[in-house]
Each structure stands twice: as structure tokens, then as C-alpha cells.
């Protein structure tokens, strides 16, 4: 078959068998089709791999054929015998004749002369039991050859540069890797790798082997291709000598391209190698940092030393993974049978693991997801396993290291960390080192920076304890080998409908106390998981790295002051932050969530539900803002990073209106149904008379929605999903709707909103890349573009004493009024909180004590009508208010309790910090 016509090729029946019993299953990298045809159109393909592989050969023969890509005319110490029908002539005498090296040469130059496709392998796998070369004579002289003529891919490279040299049409040299076992590779070598190839080289017997044991999850991943000629145009230039390199000098440079181009890909699959276990501590214990802090610790003493040195390799045996791939394997099953039920699909941001996949071949990745449920640690790991990506290490709390789970965990890539390490310096620097060795070993890292699953729905202030190790590691501080490899800084937002904590988290909101993890709790919440929870939803952000946010902030040198590296690693963490929030999608269960708890009204029929959701979808889109592919019709593109909080960017509502989704009012039926499965919703058909209401109907278009007083706690969590996206245009719409009918003078809106941005610091996100003033303005000049504002001018014309206030009626005004009541829940916690500091004027209070006392005035308010909204009374809002009244100098803190400062310590006093809160509220 080596020059032979292929157009009516037709394998024979034992290679058919074959193709279709085997390698059916082969994972197409997309762009490694995509990669062949463009070659093809441009000159010759020649595919190359690395190491000698009948199975490779024949998997690559099948895909070539299958996706009718160039058929393979040479394959370099094969032949293509085996490709002939069965019994015929040609293919025994070819498998019987022998071959020198010049003839697959010739064979070589005579396919590519032709413009034909060939493979190519580089390299022959390592290992005792190949056949040994054998003694072939030529003009007298002996040299040692491979066995049938079996070679390095020197020669045959060699040929394709002279191939290149005698044609005008490029030869391009397409890499390419097909992985059969996803087990990292191991750095300790065994008897079994020099027997038979090591795992990631296998020599003959091992690779049918992995094939025999992996046939049903081979990967195959293409690098990108060599342009021949332009290689030749670069590399063969004459030096500053005059003489162009021979060659020799430039088969190896091809060779060394191809090779490292290849091991990418493959490592891209694998990750990786791993090391032994007893090496990995013994790095981390003697990494310079920790021995230093060992040394300050231990003083002048040897014997101090070395027990220190022992305690540090105890805490990292504490807090090491073990990475099982048979434990992960077992976990994806587990998945698939439990997690994979409980939720009814996975929405997930494709197009953003493609980015993350392309980053991993030249760089580490460091995960940084939203965390809002225990399913978090492990949806990632799945994502990665069927993406054939190796999975993330995963910082987990040690409160979740109990068994059996913490051994499930540690085996799936898990490592435990004490929940605090304050005043151990000897774990602090243990934990340092360990990750530190991580990155520099290029393993990627999953660590949740708002450090515990938010039990309200939207993120939690970033904590800067890891990312701060994180960062340290990539600018070289402390280890002088640093890691060689970029790093990249993924955020992800994970959102669900239905998060399964949910009755736990609405008992911790209404002042429970979080219960510890344990077996009991996982029998529990197993139990629990039997319901069905809606849909969960993956996006990926756009990546950051240390060098982006170092040229935003000015800085040019990597080695900086601690002050300027703790700005450094703020400014990473809140823009960090800030990119989950803007990729966060809309979900249904959100939107409806959003749309009960806003309207104002005891009931609302299914036809203003719609039109509700209908308003908030369109001023989600001026926003930017991504919906989950099964809200809507059509899906409008990711928008800009600068597009959060509604600053425009010169489009109608922020988005082309060819892009702009239409909501698909069947998700919004299907989100009532979750809701009302669930007991969060109630359902009423007006117009039936009592006596003949068997049972409530099913949500749809004759039903009228009730929320219980109950569940709005419940409904608070979906809604908060997308609170950030209303977060900036509500702190001037509060203060204008709680202000006369006239309005406010532009100036005192500008201080009434800026007081209630302070106020709610610990609460909500802002934007970090202006200042105040500036984001006022824009927003400003938003809300009077949209319809949201009017302004009246002073008699003598424009200036800072513009009157501001609400539209007078229409769309303008009720989607100012959406904005109020989007954060109208938070305004009235902080009420409540202000009133129940009234307790301190009879002496301090523990915060956990203040923060109960709290939630009894709350529930009181509610019942008494002082507050409207259920969902006011949280333990969450409330702690985050008493920060809040010591940052603002209502309250003071004395031996870790709350005290009443001088100022404020009368009952006048505290009803005046009452006031100013209630003051951006509508008197009742």
C-alpha cells in the first residue's frame, strides 16, 4: 500500500473488526481535525508521534479515514502491510521482505514528492525486552542497526527537510499524542518500566496493554503544527559568522519542537509527574522558608530542631492528598448516581473550559470557584475528568477530614487545612511550603477565596490567606527555583437552582447554630438529596495573572514592599471577585425567586409573574448579563468584563439586539414547579369556591402565587444569585425614594448614596476600578438615559444643586423601584440591628449573644409590621451590620465583645443610629 491508490480503499475484515470494535470510542480533539484540514489546504500533512506504536498506527489510520482526512501513504519502521486485504500478494511479500533504512527513505521522499501524507515516529520506547539490534555489513564495514531497519526519526526528518528544500509546497508536521491511560506519570522508575517501557512510553507489550485496559477512554490531542519552510526560513540562517547551521544542527531543533510540543499536549491530559510520597515531604520540609522559620523558632538547639523538623513532617502527612485515579474513578461513578439525579442538567460554560485547557499547556491553573455548597468540591473534579484534564487539588476544611469521607476526599484530590492557624506559625509556614511545591510541581490548585460556603446566595467578603501563599509563590519571594510556568487565575461561578443545604442553611439564617460535619450529618443530607434541585450551572471567567493586575495597579518589578504586595494581592481577590459576579448566569430559578420577592403585593397571577420576570430580564441585559441556556430562547454573547453594574458600552441596553435573549416562558413555569415541589410556593385559583378545592393547583396560567412568610428565606438564597447586578443604581434609588417627591440636590444624593455604599461594606462588592466619584456619575447619567431619574435644574442652570429624583410613573420608575426593592431585605436588617443594640446599654455582649438578641427583635418587628420583608431577620445580615456599626463608630469592641461607645450609650443615642438606617426606608 506504500504508493498505492486509496480512493477505493476497503480494510480488510479482520482490520474492520478491529477499527470498529476499538476505535470507535477515540475522543477527536476538534482541533486537531480542524488543525489537518487547514494544513491540507495549505501543503503536504505529515503526522508525527512520538514513540513507535502499532496501536497508534493503526488508531491514527482509522481517525484519518473516518473524518476523511489525508490517508497515510509511509509510516517510518511499520509498513503498511497490515493495511492491505487479507491474503494478498502484495501485502505478504511486504511483510516478508526485508527493509533498510535508505529504502524507507526512499519510500519517504517518493510519498512526499507526490504530495501524500505520512507518519512519523520520533522515538523508540525505552525498554529491556525490545529485540536487540542486529549486525548488518555494507562495503565492508559493520554497524549496528535497529531490527528491521528500526531507527530514530533523525533520518527520516532529515529527508523532510531536503523534501521542503526541492518543493515550493510547504510540508507542515502535525503533532500529535494519543494518551491511553490518564494515571500521572511516576517519577520512582520500577522493575515493570524497564522491563516493558515506562507508563508514559511504553515499549511494545505495555502499550496492548493500556490499550486492552483503556481502549474505551483514549484521548487524542494535537499540537500545533510545523510549517517546514518557515522553519527553514528561520532556523537556517546564516549566524553572525556567515555559516548557516548544517543539518544536524537542524534536525534536533525540528526534533526538540516536535518533542516539546508533544509532551504539552500530553501533560495537558495527565498533568504532572508525580512524585513519591516520601520525596514530596521531604521537599516540602526543606523548602528555605520553612527551615528559616524552624531555625527563629527553635533557636541555637539542635535537639529543638529536629523536633520541630519532625512536628512540621507530621502536619504535612496531616494535610497531604493522595491522588487515587481508581478512587477517582469510583467518586465519578458516585457522581454519576447521586449528584447527577439530584439535579436535572448541567449547564456548563464550554467555551470557558476550552480557554482554561488551552492556558494548562503553557501555564498553572489556579481554580478560585464560588462556593455556596459542599457539591462544589467536587463538580470541578468531574467537569475535569470528562474533559480529560487533570483534575484540580482541592483545598478543603479539615472539618470535612473525618471518616469515611476525609479519606474519600484526600484519594479524589483533596487536602486538609485547619479552619485557622492563628498563633501556630510552625502550620502556617507548613502549609506555605506545601503549596508552594504544588505550583512549582505544575499541579492545578482549587481553593474557594471566600473561605466557607455562603448560606445567602451571593459571595462572601474574599478572605486572602491562601491566595496570599498563591501569590508569594509566583513572584519567587522565598523559593529560588519559583515556578517556570505562567500562572493563570481562573474564576468560576457555580450556581444553583436549588442548592441542597437549603433547609440547613435557612435554619443557620433564622439564628440556628452550624452544625459540625459528620457521619451522621452525611447520612442526613443523603437523605435529603433524593428531592430534585433544578439545574446547575458552570461559567468560567476570563483569566487573570500576577502581570495583568500588577500593570493595573502601576507596578513594573516583581520585587516589591509587604505593603504594595498586600495591594497587589487585594486587588487580585477583588478583581477576582468581581469577574464571578459578572459571569454568573441568570438562572430561572433566580429570576422568579427575584420576581416574587419584589412585587409588592400579597399574590401575583402567573401572566404579572411573566411580565415581571420580562422586566427584570431587560434590565439584566443592559447589564450584560449571562443567562443559563435554559432561560432563554437565544443566548446573547459573554459580555465585557467593564459591563457589571450597568455602565454602558455604547450598545441599546448594553447588547446588539440580534443577541438579545428572549425568555422562554416554559422555564419560568418550570421554575414555580421546583419552587412549589419544594413548599416555597403556593398556588391559589381564584374564582373556585372553597368548598369545592380538593387540592391547589399545579402552577400555570389560571394559578395565583403566595409566598409563605416561611420560605422567603428560602426564595432570599435563589434571588441573591443576581442582588449584585441591581447592587450599584439601588444606592441611589433607595435614598431617592425615601426622600420628598421633589427630590434631593444632586451633591446630598452623591453623600446619602456614598453613606449607604460605607454602610454596606461588608455586604456587597463594589467596583474597585474607580473611584466614587466617578461611578456616581456614570451611574447617574445611566439612570437619566433609561428613564430611571429626572432631573431639574437650578434657576441659573446646571450645576451641583440639581434637583434629583424618581420618574414620575412608567417603565423608568417601576424598574427604579425594582432596584430599591432588590435591596430592601438588607436596609431592614440593618435596622433590626440597630435597634437591638439597644441591649448594650445594659452591659457588652458576645457577638453570637448580640447577634440572637437580634434575631427575636427582628421576628418582633416583622410581626408588628415595622419591617416587610421576612427575609430582613438573618444572622448573616445581622453580623455583617454590628462590623459594620464598629467601622461607622456606633459600637466598640472590648475583650471580643460588643460595647456601646461613650457617644452612643443612651437610649436617644441608639434611636439615632436607628434613624439614620430607617431613614432610607418609606415610613410605614
Known sequence: MGSGSLSSYEPNPALAWIYQRFFEHIEVDQAWTRQVREAEQRGTVVYVLRNLSFVDFLALDFLTKKEALPRVRFANDLGLWVLEPAMSRRGLLASLLPRTEADDVTRLRHALDEGASAALFLKRPPSILEPPARIRRRGGAARAIPTRGKTEGDTYLRAVLEAQRASDRPILLVPQVFVWTRSPDERKQNVVDSLFGPREWPGKIRTVTQFLMNWRHVTLRAGEPVDVQEFLAHEARPDETGRSPGDDVLVRRLTYALLRRLERERQAVVGPTRKPADRLRDQVVRSPRLQKVIRDMAGEGETERRVLGWRALAMVRELETEVDPNALRAMDAAFDATVARMYSAFEIDHEGIERLRAASKDGTLVLLPSHKSHVDYIILTHLFMHANMPVPLVAAGDNLAFFPLGPILRRGGAFFIRRSFRGDRLYGAVVDAYMRRLIIDGWPLEFFL??????????????????????????????????????????????????????????????????????????????????????????????????????????????????????????LAYRVMNEINRVTAITPSALVAAALLTHGRRGIPHADLIAACERLARILRGYSARFAPSLTVSVSAPAPARALHGKREGRANGVPESAKPILRHGAIREACELLHRAGHLETHQPGVPVGERRERPRPGPEAVYVVPDVARLSLDIAKNLMVHFFVTRAMIATPLHAAAPQGIARALLAERAQALSRLFKYEFQFRADATFETIFAETVDAMLADGELEAEPPSGGEGPDVLLRLAAGGEGRERALLHVRMILGFVEGYRVAARATAALLKGSLAPKDLAKRAIGVGERMFLAGEIACREAVSRPVIDNALLAFVEQGYLGRSDGKYVLPASYASADAVRVIEGRIASYLVPS
Do not use: H, W
Not at 478 to 492: D, H, M, S
Not at 511 to 537: C, I, Q, S, W
Not at 551 to 561: I, K, W
Open 450 to 571: 471566600e473561605g466557607a460556603r455562603s448560606r445567602t446566595g451571593k459571595l462572601l467578603p474574599p478572605k486572602l490567606g491562601l491566595l496570599s501563599i498563591v501569590v508569594d509563590a509566583v513572584l519567587g519571594a522565598a523559593e529560588p527555583a519559583g515556578p517556570a510556568r505562567k500562572v493563570y487565575f481562573c474564576p468560576i461561578s457555580i450556581g444553583y437552582e436549588r442548592v441542597v443545604e437549603e433547609r440547613e442553611y435557612v435554619r443557620e439564617l433564622s439564628g440556628g447554630e452550624k452544625r459540625k460535619e459528620d457521619v451522621r450529618g452525611l447520612v442526613a443530607a443523603a437523605e435529603t438529596a433524593l428531592g430534585r434541585y433544578g439545574r446547575l450551572n458552570v461559567q468560567f471567567g476570563e483569566l487573570l495573572t500576577i502581570d495583568g493586575v500588577m500593570a493595573e495597579l502601576g507596578e513594573s518589578q516583581r520585587a516589591m514592599s509587604p505593603a504594595r504586595r498586600r495591594a497587589l494581592v487585594t486587588r
